[in-house]
DNA sequence: CATGAATGAGGTTTCATTCAT
DNA sequence: GATGAATGAAACCTCATTCAT
């Protein structure tokens, strides 16, 4: 019994991160449901027993990418350090976070091709956010009381903003790369990036 | 003669404008020949006539999309005003250009994903951001003469931050939306996202 | 053990009711094995554990059907009333019996369609049908001899075309719903059918 | 360009008829869109250019079986002749237009197992009908003003009724068959099948 | 320049059925 | 007796592309 609910577990599982893979890859219109059946060494047809669609399969990727990083970002315990190391850890983070899963970026995009359609019928999806926007309005006000922070930063746009200079980077690493004739993703370019993040944000934030 | 070459003229901008919409909206493999044919008012086959096949259109249609923003950019003649006025105006433009060409941004987004294999095969595309990197360079350099601007920005990694703000903001703006629970392209907000990007940055720059 | 024997029974003859309901309203191609299992609550497999394939439930499903309508046609008796009033009591039976088992209609449909490939390979139906006619010949006989009915009725004959005015008007009531543009199945117009139908047959049975 | 409309019309009858008789032998569910491919020796591609799907297919089979049954009953011209004859015609004309397009029968079966789903949806049926019914009434109000047929006879209820005994005879010949366990399309049973009818709608009719 | 007809390959999905427990 | 997991075959349908004129 319990190692027939652990096989459906693996089974279903397996398909997940086989989904995961093909649609960071080709997109959703462009993922191919016999290739993660390949992908996951399963029957094709058990991905229809499992999720109900491709679409709903999507959804359900989508779903746990969002869960994942919401994971990690609760691990940070931002609000538990100096204000200033706190939003370089930030930054740093979803800096090699965006790096560690392109398959991240890569299902974003897919989903606001589709305008959101399948995030906008999924449940407890908006709730997961909001512990990251307290957490990084508790450290602006701490950086402010400190003396340290500038004033009226809003917590959702600086959010934005972080996240937007990292992922930009990378969702569009292709296209800038070819535009700048260099490689973007060479080890050098990224530190330097990182280091101008960092710089940038700083910049702006502190007094 | 001259009519019918305005007439093929006319016929096949007719197409690329269709195939823009349609990608814009569906994305590479998403979109459809069909489609496009009945967006144009005219017969598939001769979209094949014209272009050799999806791929080829979409390359067209993407170089099209390339060289309208760079004539846009170029008539900002950054160059000729005062520096910090000239931060302000890039950021601006850049916000506006996005806003009413949200094609561009789709475009780019399915460019990426099938990794620039297009934009790889394109002559004449890498030469074109050049200018605005120098203008940049030349605004930046002005700036730190006059004593406002700090030391050692690289205007690629400006440019491609200023790009990032203004891109993901709407490039994502349907999960952010889904996610703030807010819509994010409510006009108020617009105006909140520009005033705070513009503070980024010149924060960032600014002594 | 008993009580396991009767659970069996209760299993297998959900399952055949549920069978009976699906394919009443699907046919046979259209009945799908899932739903049934769905509809008897019970699992998948137990249907192929009890019936061995998805012909030999349908099969089981029209003998429980024919044995039925056998069964109640034999509680009818007419051999022991007046010959006009066992005219007429087939009659109201037959149109009364098809109207509570509108799945015996569908079922019929369906096994025709396969040109009773199923029946074909049933033992013990063939025989239950001449009771019935027996009866009617019987009625015939007794009306004829009492001067009553017309002479050279055959009562084969006779019952299907009493059961074929019945059984077009029910099974067909969509279609001719729709051609006729009035409700068939309304109560007022199928009392009127069967007045018609009682006068059609007497005045062709009766002198 | 003759030429080019004069094939279109022949791939897309020809795929009509095709689908007939796949649909006939089938019903809707069970026929295969592959295998109408084949019959009408086309690419099964152009059977979804031509219809849009299998559903919308049968429609056009179900709307083109009942203009052509409909025309020829126009052909009768029941108005023109001696009552009595006209309504021997009518179900000679019947009987031999089932025998003659089992395919009709079948289609009628399958669109009451869909409860007239494609019918519903369709334009231009129910007028088709009345001018028959016109025609039976005129012929029954001709009969009783010459003192031959008897009064209050729905034109519609016999019209329902003697489609019924010529239709339930022939689509549930395969079950009757079996169960009687005699041959009723043997020449022979077919034609004492008619005169019965004949007898039995007479024998009502006539005073 | 322009078009309606046609196609092969391959897409998602569904099905009855069986395996393993 | 009962079940969840798994499967191969085949269903409907779609796609980019080409033919013929």
Known sequence: MVKLIKQEADSKYIILLAAQAEFALHGLSGARVDSIAVRAGLNKRLIYYYF????????????????????????????????????????????????????????????NQSQAAHLKNSKNIQASTSPLIKMIDFVLQKGREKGLFRDGIDPIQLYISIAGICYFYLSNSHTLSTIFAKNLLHPKLKAQRLSHMIDLILGYVLL
């Open 52 to 111: 109900r669609s491709k679409d709903q399969l999507f959804l359900e990727v989508l779903e746990h990418a969002y869960s994942e990083i919401r994971r990690a970002e609760q691990a940070l315990h931002l609000d538990q350090i100096d204000p200033v190391q706190a939003v370089r850890q930030l930054i740093t983070f979803t800096w090699d976070y965006y790096l560690d899963h392109p398959e991240f970026i890569s299902l974003l995009n897919s989903e």
